[in-house]
Each structure stands twice: as structure tokens, then as C-alpha cells.
């Protein structure tokens, strides 16, 4: 079985799910696909403390709540389903990825909705959590990867060699056509940093 690896980089409401395997050095992508994790029709999901900014506090703890299980669901499903598929081909997943930001602690929900900046830190901790709890309930080992030290990371993780690996990401998309943004090949980087552990 070869091995490999997801990495995700979440947003409002979605995620890139990026699986890769490395084959003597040449990173191969295995899958990638656009998650949606909100629920369909239901007002507000996409940026759930925006919307609960308007809220009593515990209406807005109960819609962050219902927004939450909904989303924790989608994931669930939509990595449920990768990995199946990863293991039908014959990967042996050894770890996930999700991307980071700056990781400071966020205060109490009253605080949060008062803070239009921590309301959206807030949300993107939503999201990435969402991600996590996913790749956790499936038994996947997980890390978290700052995005702003995904560079320095890739440096200390494959030294000479992390320049090489970032020129075979970047012109990935050559081959695989689009989509081939900066999600992806942050996503393709943080899970490529496990498969050299």
C-alpha cells in the first residue's frame, strides 16, 4: 500500500481537500475536491457568528450550536467518503493536515459577537474545527499547520529539497488543470510535510 495524506485549507462554509502520496521524491495528487459544510438553506450558515452577532445570547449560542452539528456532520460525510475512497485504491492514510491561523484563544461568545474582528477569527476557527473534528471522529491522526509557517515548515521538514517539492506543487496545476489555487497547493504542501514523518 502506498502511502498518503489530506490537507485542507477551510473556508467560509467550504473546504480544499487536498490528498497526496510521494513517490521518490515526485508528490502525486491522489484526489482533490471543494467540500461544501453548511446546510443547505438555512439562513446565516455561512458565516454563523455574523449572524448570531444579531442575536440574543442564547439564541446565538443555540443557532451556533445547531450551525455547528450540521456542518460537524458534512464533513464527517464528505472525509468519510474520501478516505473510502483513498483506501479502495489502496492508500494507507497516515495523517491529516488542516491549516491554521495565528491560533490565539478566542474569549466567551458574548465577547466574540461584541468584537466584529473576533467575530470573524471566530468563524474561521468554525470552519477549520469543523474539519478536525471530522478527520478525528474518523480515527485519522490530525495536525495543525500555521499557514504562515507552512514555508518555514516545508525548509526544516525537506531542507534542500523543500524548493523542489514547492515548484513540483506549484506547476501541479499544469497537469490537473483548474482548480489549482493557493487552497490547493497550501493544502497539497501542509499534507505533503506529514508523508516525511
Known sequence: M???AIGVRAHSGWGALVAV???????EVIDRRRVIII???TPGAKQPYHFAENLELAEAEAFIDKCSAASERLALSAIRELVGELRDRHYRLVGSAVLL???RPLPPLSKILASHALIHAAEGEFFRRMFWKAFENLDLTVTGVRERDLEECAHSTFGRAATRMQQQISTLGRVLGPPWTQDQKAAALAALLLLAK
Do not use: F
Open 2 to 4: 502506498k502511502r498518503a
Open 21 to 27: 502520496t510521494n513517490n521518490a521524491g515526485t508528490v
Open 39 to 41: 446546510a443547505p438553506g
Open 101 to 103: 491561523a495565528s491560533g
